[in-house]
């Protein structure tokens, strides 16, 4: 197995443009997450999914980030506009629902200028 | 919602020596407690996990324990190598994960 998949891999941007992160889980796995990394943060949950279904997105920082999951192997992460201050890793993360493990993928890293 | 303490920030040992995390967590009703490894520009891989149900959890030289009553779980790794060197990351979850801020633990040769 390929394992979770995120890209790109790196991102730079200017201020005020719109930023699409994508995703997409292991296979068979029902629940997605996505996750924001800084220094200052730490690691926090932003949204997750079970079943293409947003269930908690109390942790998206505003209305510029959006998330979909139009079917069971993609998930996307919209930001728009961008600003500096969210510069940071997002990674994604999936997990069977019958098990406790969540396997993460190898991040982007966004960087607005 | 969950909150998590982590301590130490940062933890510097002798190769050989052990090396010990500790975190809190604030509520009782969590119920699974993973530990990530995070090495520089990489993903966080779990190494580790316990279930509120069991007291402690060995996997080679790595252990986890876990005090339901104080609210609070630590990892204990043993003979610490240069390839431990690495950020650790506690976490507990009521019905999501919450991370500690992380351990940047270095081990010296």
């Known amino acids: 197995d390929a394992g979770v998949i995120q890209s790109p891999r790196h991102e730079v941007t200017e201020m005020g443009q719109e930023v699409t992160l994508r995703c997409k889980p292991i296979?068979?796995?029902?629940?997605l997450f996505w996750y924001r990394q800084t220094m200052m943060r730490g690691l926090e949950l932003l949204i997750y999914?079970?079943?293409?279904?947003?269930?908690?997105d109390s942790g998206m920082p505003e209305d510029r980030f959006s998330a979909k999951m139009p079917n069971a192997s993609f998930s996307t992460l919209k930001i728009q506009p961008s600003e500096p201050r969210d510069s940071a890793v997002y990674f994604c993360?999936?997990?069977?629902?019958?098990?406790?493990?969540?396997?993460f993928g190898p991040g982007t890293r966004l960087t607005v200028l | 919602g969950e909150n998590v303490e982590q301590h130490p920030s940062t933890l510097s040992v002798q190769e050989g020596d052990s090396a010990v995390i500790k975190c809190t967590y604030s509520?009782?009703?969590?119920?699974?407690f993973p530990w990530y490894k995070q090495e520089l520009g990489k993903r966080p891989q779990l190494i580790i996990d316990?279930?509120?149900?069991?007291g402690e959890k060995k996997d080679q030289r790595i252990a986890v324990t876990l005090n339901k009553t104080a609210k609070h779980f630590s990892l204990h790794i043993t003979e610490t190598q240069p390839e431990d060197s690495a950020v650790y990351f506690c976490?507990?979850?009521?019905?999501?994960?919450?991370f500690g801020a992380g351990t940047t633990v270095t081990v010296r040769a």
């Open positions: 993360a999936s997990k069977a629902g019958a098990t406790d493990t969540q396997y």
């Open positions: 296979s068979g796995h029902d629940y």
């Open positions: 999914f079970n079943n293409n279904v947003p269930i908690d």
């Open positions: 509520d009782s009703a969590s119920n699974y």
């Open positions: 316990i279930r509120s149900n069991v």
């Open positions: 976490a507990a979850r009521d019905y999501k994960l919450s």
